[in-house]
């Protein structure tokens, strides 16, 4: 839980209104193989914001990620399949999820801070939905997804806020609250080595980022 708390800007409850394949051109070798792959793009309405630090900006009240991908072959795009990633949800058009989201600026959009993260959200229970799959198509063990997934697995919206309330950020992180979270994560770790290891000289150099 402790990474939500440092890194998540936003934890929501949204419900997917669409997926559909992104539109870049065929690639030159895709078209020689007769085969290749579209992002996805998941659209969300989102319904309520359960949680969020004390200073954030809120996500937007409609919002599109990329998440996996559609692949095709024999030359047919239009017979692209969505791509499944095992111990995760599809999102499910019409389906309530519980999005711990990240406002990336690297790529420039919202999104789950790990698949693994994200939960089926009906009825106002994490995990009741759509179930997740393993890589064997049967259902995904908890022990699968994030350690705060598994933590909040069949909570109700009042026992997830006062979990997350209850957690404290990672303290080699709340230095760097005013950086991108993935330089925030890459500083946090930097200063925990820096601290085990007695101090180091240039910390940068100590992680091939």
Known sequence: MTDWVTYVDALVIAK????????????????????GYAVQLVTFDVLDTLWHPKDYTAPPESF????????????????AIPLVEANAVRFEVGGTYLLPL?????????????PS?????????AGKGE??????????????????????WGLGRQEIVDKLNATAPDPYATP??????????????????ADESGGVDDPDTQFDD
Request: a negative charge; aromatic letters at 10%.
């Open 131 to 152: 179930t997740i799959l393993g890589g064997d198509n049967t259902p995904a063990p908890h022990a699968a997804l994030s350690t705060p997934a598994q933590q909040l």
């Open 16 to 35: 997917v209104t669409s997926k559909e394949q992104s539109a870049e051109p065929v690639t030159p070798d895709e078209e020689e193989s007769g085969e």
């Open 102 to 114: 990240v406002d990336y600026a690297t790529f420039d959009e919202w999104a789950p801070i790990l």
């Open 176 to 193: 760097f609250v005013h950086l991108p979270p993935e330089e925030q994560y890459q500083q946090a770790l930097r200063a925990a080595w």
């Open 117 to 125: 993260s994200v939960l089926p959200f009906e009825d106002g229970i």
């Open 64 to 79: 599109t990620t990329s998440y996996n991908a559609f692949v095709w072959e024999n030359g047919d795009r239009d017979q």
